[in-house]
């Protein structure tokens, strides 16, 4: 087995730690955040400028290539400082680009990726409705209907981060027939101002500066063109960016456990009291060393999940075990990072706060940890449970 | 040390049942949606705040002869969590401290002192600050900075405070601070003195802490500057105020955790009207065991921290030790009330994260009893040095 990372990973390792400390420090997240927007217009242009919405693209589409694992790396090194804000770089890659990837036509692919490469145009994800967020399938009420040459959309979604800035909302519906039933899913690139579309932006705990809104579609006319993958089966794009999100959040909270383990070694080495730095005291060392022991485990199965999807293998069960325990370390170490700093770990004015509320969604989204245990399961042969 | 004569009564008397009822009672007059509001506009609560007055809730455990209800820590547990289930621990700090904050005034405070304020602070007339957290000195009080010199009849005080609630609305403030340095042999605490002053805010500079949770209760940062205090508002012997500011310590804990149960009860029942109603996979998901069982299990953790509240506040209002108890009951229900919030919003999935349903501002806020007013790692040292008899760690 060979653990190391190649030169190449390694330089783009350095490039994206460096890149984020020097552009997006953690003091910049924070305010950010406090200021209140809804998206962090500054954030995508830096990544454009950096060059990095092109990374996952292949080079024939205007990319610079790359694989999930590629992906995963950057994902953990700008986590450390951004938290849950590194979605606005992750979610139209995933809704965007890796669906495109997987089942767009040729022409969507050349008119589209470059783009995309370049940071020009932004995909939200619309596929989650109000009625059930695992239960994606039963609880589709969205459709579309073909009229001539256009389809017409109708429902709601709920949970579309980024949809508010961006220039294509992906959007699943239930493919409706002449006679009123619904034959499979399609997959359709919707403008976002396309007249019928209404978006109410969600006020919610963690990654504030990247608002999720409310879609609501009425009588939405879009080209008929622009359902990618064949009608019927929408469902084959959204696959392939169920596993690469997974894999990408557990590199997400492998960066935040990055960052919560240096935030609470140096204020523990700083901090003072009964007469001496507290990092001295056993209690507090041993909560730091599982923090440590977190990462690690965490580093480990994100990494050979990314990995296994680089290389075309199977990794339903991998990425959904990584992303359930990476999740879960992430809180519980934010959690423990509150306490080690105390009432300042209440405070707004440091980092631990941030990371608590922003990882917490991990254990929620994509899927629960409740879900992926059942998903695991299965898989592992046991009776379905619910 | 432990009860000689009675019995613990575990049934709850009428004066705690009927205090339970009226104030379940009112706090339906400040629905959830209220506290939210409060919460994102960063406002004090002042229709709720009046109406607790009113309804005669902050003077609870005061003195009857200064128009409180002379009633006890018993009855303030049930009172305080019943406002935390109703509101979360934005409505319990809002009153907390005139509930019993001043408790070391009534103890200690000078004839003059308790009939000129007392009555002010039970009717909601007056917000008092409690100065004792200092920068470089949270749970080691003894190492606090703040000086007061001695000017005549009058104290000089210069000093910063920190996580100082309220002090945006307080009109008075009890101040713990150095008079003089300890002498050989004496506790390190020795020569800290307590005060009960005006917040002078031309002498007081108060900037407020922007904080994870319980925005519409502010915490602040105090820069105290020459700061002139007279002697008549001493509390107490001088070099004496951090003993007497022990004895309610205790109490402290309890309503602290009485706090946490109920924001704990609080985020389980909007869970399980949730697994209730919400159908997935064609039933209800409070029918699967990965979702009824974490709210099963809080249910029963959260009501043996509030039997360990109730046996603890029993025991301070007999006059009798309940040191033990009451760092118990500070350290389960903070634990207990968070896992609870934390598992309601497991079983919201999506819509926990949302403001709209309640639970993550119940989780933001909870968290904040396993922070103060002393972390689980401290309750542990006492536990093990005072009732295992374990060396002191630290």
Known sequence: MDFDLTDTDIAWRDTAREWVDKRWPKSRARELEASGVLFPQGLWDDLSEAGFHAIGIPEEYGGQGGTVFTQAIGAREMSRNLAGLVAVWLAPAVGGTITLLAAGTQQQKQALLPRMARGEIIFAIAVTEPGGGTDILGSLRTTARLDGDEWVINGQKVWSTGAGNADYLVVLAANATGDGTAEGTNLILVPRTAPGIDLRPISKLGVRALASYEVFLDNVRVPAENIVGPRGKGWKGIVAGLNADKVLLSACSTGILDGILEDARRYLHEREAFGRTIEHFQALQHKVVDIAAWRHASELVSYHAAWLMSQGRPAAMEATMAKMITSEYAVQAADIGIQLLGGMGYSAETDMQRYWRDARLWRIAPITGEMSRNFIAERLGMPRSF | ?394
């Open chain 2, 1 to 394: 040390m432990h009860a000689q004569s009675e019995p613990p009564r575990w049934d709850l008397s009428d004066d705690q049942r009927s205090i339970r009822d009226a104030v379940d009672e009112g706090m339906k007059r400040f629905p959830l949606d209220y506290w939210r509001e409060v919460d994102s506009k960063a406002t004090f609560p002042e229709e709720f705040f009046s109406f607790a007055a009113a309804q005669g809730w902050l003077g609870i455990a005061m003195p009857s002869e200064f128009g409180g209800a002379g009633l006890g820590i018993s009855e303030a547990v049930m009172m305080m969590e019943a406002i935390a289930r109703g509101g979360g621990l934005s409505a319990a700090s809002a009153v907390h401290m005139n509930v019993f904050g001043t408790n070391v005034v009534v103890k200690n405070g000078s004839p003059e002192m308790k009939k000129q304020y007392l009555p002010d602070i039970i009717a909601g007339r007056m917000r008092v600050a409690f100065g004792v957290s200092e920068p470089d000195s949270g749970l080691d009080t003894p190492s606090l900075r703040t000086r007061a010199v001695r000017q005549g009849s009058d104290w000089r005080v210069n000093g910063r405070k920190v996580w100082i609630s309220t002090a945006q609305v307080a009109s008075k403030i009890l101040l713990l601070a150095r008079t003089r340095d300890p002498e050989p042999g004496e506790p390190r605490d020795a020569g800290l003195t307590l005060f009960f002053t005006d917040l002078d805010r031309s002498k007081i500079t108060v900037k407020e802490i922007e904080k994870l949770g319980r925005a519409a209760v502010d915490s602040n940062e105090l820069f105290i500057e020459d700061l002139i205090v007279p002697d008549r508002d001493r509390v107490g012997e001088e070099g004496r105020g951090f003993r007497l500011l022990l004895d309610g310590l205790n109490p402290e804990r309890l309503l602290v955790a009485s706090e946490a149960v109920g924001i704990g009860r609080a985020a389980l029942a909007i869970a399980v009207e949730y697994a209730k109603q919400r159908h997935v996979f064609g039933r209800p998901i409070g029918q699967n065991q990965g979702v009824q069982f974490p709210l099963a299990d809080s249910f029963a953790r959260l009501e043996s921290a509030w039997l360990m509240i109730l046996r603890g506040a029993e025991l301070y209002d007999r006059g009798q030790d309940c040191g033990a108890e009451a760092n118990i009951a500070k350290l389960l229900g903070g634990e207990y009330g968070f896992q609870a919030a934390d598992r309601a919003m497991q079983a919201l999935g999506g819509y926990s994260y949302a403001k709209e349903y309640h639970l993550e501002r119940l989780w933001r806020e909870v968290k904040l009893t396993r922070l103060a007013p002393v972390s689980p790692e401290l309750i542990l040292c006492y536990l093990a040095e005072r009732k295992l008899g374990l060396p002191k760690s630290y």
